[in-house]
T-cell receptor
Framework: GDSVTQMEGPVTLSEEAFLTINCTYT??????LFWYVQYPGEGLQLLLK?????DKGSNKGFEATYRKETTSFHLEKGSVQVSDSAVYFC?????????????FGAGTQVVVTP | EAGVVQSPRYKIIEKKQPVAFWCNPI?????LYWYRQNLGQGPELLIR????????DSQLPKDRFSAERLKGVDSTLKIQPAELGDSAVYLC???????????????FGPGTRLTVT
């Protein structure tokens, strides 16, 4: 079945450091890929998405590129802030599957220190 | 615009007791989802509604879980009786899905954290 694998956290880094969170997936066909962010005490928010190979999603300084050849969708940010501390979830959605159903990874906690 | 509203935010019950969660989706959103998020894991879909019809409930443990979405707006998820393993965060999400445009973005509520003792 479909699955999403993320690097384990917590990832702890200093403000202005470079952030990478690895995400790889297993799915048949061509899923859409997403990154969601969950701040403490809040619901998940869509951060960015990509719907086809080589697409790059970007938002709030975060970027991720849909790499079909490596089945990856790694999240990057060049200079993190303390406010980026949150849990980040990689997810996929198969268009041919249950319409709208998201398959999430386990999440990666990011802690940014001043 | 108000987001997805869930209540209660926290609930502690003893095992074998019943519990219910309520969700009010974003106004106008036709699709509603209930997810369960176990500690340290990503959310897993329990049930999806298109308007008032449950169209995907394959992951809902039907022996103890039930859900309804009367009038295609608010929804209630119930567990009876609760077990220790039901401790989790229950998330509600909604989206506006238009025919021919694919699934819309899902907006999540803050969740209800259930602790079964």
């Amino acid at each position: 079945g479909d699955s999403v694998t993320q690097m384990e956290g917590p990832v702890t880094l200093s403000e202005e450091a470079f952030l990478t969170i690895n995400c790889t997936y297993t799915a048949t066909g061509y899923p859409s890929l997403f990154w969601y962010v969950q701040y403490p005490g809040e619901g998940l928010q869509l951060l960015l998405k990509a719907t086809k190979a080589d697409d790059k999603g970007s938002n709030k300084g975060f970027e991720a590129t849909y790499r079909k050849e490596t089945t990856s969708f790694h999240l990057e940010k060049g200079s993190v802030q303390v406010s980026d501390s949150a849990v980040y979830f990689c997810a996929l959605r198969r268009v041919a599957d249950s319409w709208g159903k998201l398959q999430f990874g386990a999440g990666t906690q990011v802690v940014v220190t001043p | 615009e108000a987001g997805v509203v869930q209540s209660p935010r926290y609930k502690i019950i003893e095992k074998k007791q019943p519990v219910a969660f309520w969700c009010n989706p974003i106004s106008g959103h036709n699709t509603l989802y209930w997810y369960r998020q176990n500690l340290g894991q990503g959310p897993e879909l329990l049930i999806r509604y298109e308007n008032e019809e449950a169209v995907d409930d394959s992951q809902l443990p039907k022996d103890r879980f039930s859900a309804e979405r009367l009038k295609g707006v608010d929804s209630t998820l119930k567990i009876q009786p609760a077990e220790l393993g039901d401790s989790a965060v229950y998330l509600c999400a909604s989206s506006l899905d238009r025919i021919g445009q694919g699934a819309g973005e899902q907006y999540f509520g803050p969740g209800t954290r259930l602790t079964v003792t």
